[in-house]
Nanobody, 123 residues
Framework: QAHFVESGGGLVQPGGSLRLSCAAS????????IAWFRQAPGKEREGVIC????????YLTESVQGRFTISRDSAKNMVYLQINSLESDDAGVYSC????????????????WGQGTQITVSS
């Protein structure tokens, strides 16, 4: 069954950096838009950033511009999220998701998901 496996989360201090990885299983990432979503306790799932099938970056929330970078390695069937200058509002479970053709900020428009990886921001 097609799905993702995320890794790279952890505890980080404010201002720190993390690199999340998203490994696709059961399908090829080629032709898909891949997004990262996050969900903090008590909050709705939020679209963060997306890479289109031609590797253009779409920011799904303004607060991450200049701090988050998404990239794709098609040979490894992987997507990465580099997060710099972490803020307390960045904490949550980060999940990657795939849908055909275009990026979308709406989580229910994505076809494949992973279980997520937790980011905790604390000094």
């Amino acid at each position: 069954q097609a799905h993702f496996v995320e890794s790279g989360g952890g505890l980080v201090q404010p201002g720190g950096s993390l690199r999340l990885s998203c490994a696709a299983s059961g399908f090829s990432l080629n032709g898909y838009a891949i997004a990262w979503f996050r969900q903090a306790p008590g909050k709705e799932r939020e679209g963060v950033i997306c890479i289109t099938r031609d590797d253009t970056t779409n920011y799904l929330t303004e607060s991450v511009q200049g701090r988050f970078t998404i990239s794709r390695d098609s040979a490894k069937n992987m997507v990465y999220l580099q997060i710099n200058s972490l803020e307390s509002d960045d904490a949550g479970v980060y999940s990657c998701a795939a849908r055909t053709i275009h990026c979308s900020a709406y989580w229910n428009r994505y076809d494949y998901w992973g279980q997520g990886t937790q980011i905790t921001v604390s000094s």
